[in-house]
T-cell receptor
């Protein structure tokens, strides 16, 4: 079955530590996205990538970094510069184009120790 | 803000009843999408309706779009306990990004 796999499901970060969230898809989608969701809120876009080796900042990119070395993979690093990282992080992918739905993974919940 | 505003924020109905959720927005859109999110899970795409369409159906779901009023509604007929989830109105303005509302939390009472 095709889909998006996010790992780990739960992650804990110590002060001053960088952590990396994994996102892998086998849907052969060109576009991939990272979102942050806070309790009772909608999703906010962190970074997105339309093609391998290219990515753009979303609305809340400060304190985060990404890479897109392979079509299937779009890891997100939450750096120590992100002062309020506790949130639910969702990865999505889609076929390129404006009238395409996005397919989501099941998320990673990040907490601070 | 360019995000859609869902109404109501929370809705509880008896199993078997119909559920209606509304979304209003302020800026012209290219398409509007509805997604469902079960607690602690990712989002699932339900329906995409383009700006030149007025109504779409998918199983027990019916979505309408009125671009003159800048509003959309999602109707779930004959609700089931498994429909308990948050439902998000999501806007596309003609680029490859989506703008999410804060959602309607639907509870189906068995």
């Amino acid at each position: 079955d095709g889909g998006i796999t996010q790992s780990p499901k739960y992650l804990f970060r110590k002060e001053g530590q960088n952590v990396t969230l994994s996102c892998e898809q086998n849907l052969n989608h060109d576009a991939m996205y990272w979102y942050r969701q806070d309790p009772g809120q909608g999703l906010r876009l962190i970074y997105y990538s339309q093609i391998v080796n290219d990515f753009q900042k979303g609305d809340i990119a400060e304190g985060y970094s990404v890479s897109r070395e392979k079509k299937e993979s779009f890891p997100l690093t939450v750096t120590s510069a992100q002062k309020n990282p506790t949130a639910f992080y969702l990865c999505a992918s889609s076929i390129r184009g404006v009238n395409q739905p996005q397919h989501f993974g099941d998320g990673t919940r990040l907490s601070i120790l | 803000s360019q995000q859609g505003e869902e109404d109501p924020q929370a809705l509880s109905i008896q199993e078997g009843e119909n559920a209606t959720m509304n979304c209003s927005y302020k800026t012209s859109i290219n398409n509007l999408q509805w997604y469902r999110q079960n607690s602690g899970r990712g989002l699932v795409h339900l329906i995409l309706i383009r700006s030149n369409e007025r109504e779409k159906h998918s199983g027990r779901l019916r979505v309408t779009l009125d671009t003159s009023k800048k509003s959309s509604s999602l109707l779930i007929t004959a609700s089931r306990a498994a429909d308990t989830a948050s439902y998000f109105c999501v806007l596309n303005f003609g680029n490859e990004k989506l703008t999410f509302g804060t959602g309607t939390r639907l509870t189906i009472i068995p």
